[in-house]
T-cell receptor
């Protein structure tokens, strides 16, 4: 398996623009997690899905953030409108039965 | 709510030394404890997973232990090498109804040649 795939790897955008991050989990995994990493706050969970259903979105910072998982092999995290404070590395991870989690390479987002 | 702490925040050792990284957590009901390595500007690589029924796991020069009663885990690195230089993160979870990992802030390790 190719592991968790994320795209794009780097994204630079201007404040106010819409940003969409994409994730393909490992085939067969039933849990998908979106994390954000910053120097100030470390790694924090934004939202996670089980069998494509959002289970806990309490970590989503604001209504500007939304996430979807239309099928078992694809998820998106959207920020609209983006702000400079959203600049961070966004990681997607997947697991089977929520045990060992496998992380993607991350998307480094810079909002100017 | 689970809280995970890692001490020290940074550690510098000469090549060849054996070292221990510490991780403590508040909720002893965790299902597992996972150790990761993160190189600068890179993603997280899973090193070891200790499930709640286990006390330790070993992979090569790495050994991780878990003591749920004291809320502690340690990562032991034997015969350290410059290539071991990275940030090491421990993460506890799932616990209770929460399925996500709760991360510590990491220990930045530098192994000097």
């Amino acid at each position: 398996d190719a592991g968790v795939i994320q795209s794009p790897r780097h994204e630079v955008t201007e404040m106010g623009q819409e940003v969409t991050l994409r994730c393909k989990p490992i085939s067969g995994h039933d849990y998908l997690f979106w994390y954000r990493q910053t120097m100030m706050r470390g790694l924090e969970l934004l939202i996670y899905f089980n069998n494509n259903v959002p289970i806990d979105d309490s970590g989503m910072p604001e209504d500007r953030f939304s996430a979807k998982m239309p099928n078992a092999s694809f998820s998106t995290l959207k920020i609209q409108p983006s702000e400079p404070r959203d600049s961070a590395v966004y990681f997607c991870a997947s697991s089977l039965n929520s045990y060992e989690q496998y992380f993607g390479p991350g998307t480094r987002l810079t909002v100017t | 709510k689970q809280e995970v702490t890692q001490i020290p925040a940074a550690l510098s050792v000469p090549e060849g030394e054996n070292l221990v990284l510490n991780c403590s957590f508040t909720d002893s009901a965790i299902y597992n404890l996972q150790w990761f390595r993160q190189d600068p500007g890179k993603g997280l690589t899973s090193l070891l997973l200790i499930q709640s029924s286990q006390r330790e796991q070993t992979s090569g020069r790495l050994n991780a232990s878990l003591d749920k009663s004291s809320g502690r885990s340690t990562l032991y690195i034997a015969a350290s090498q410059p290539g071991d230089s990275a940030t090491y993160l421990c993460a506890g979870g799932p616990s209770g109804s929460a399925r996500q990992l709760t991360f510590g802030s990491g220990t930045q390790l530098t192994v000097l040649p």
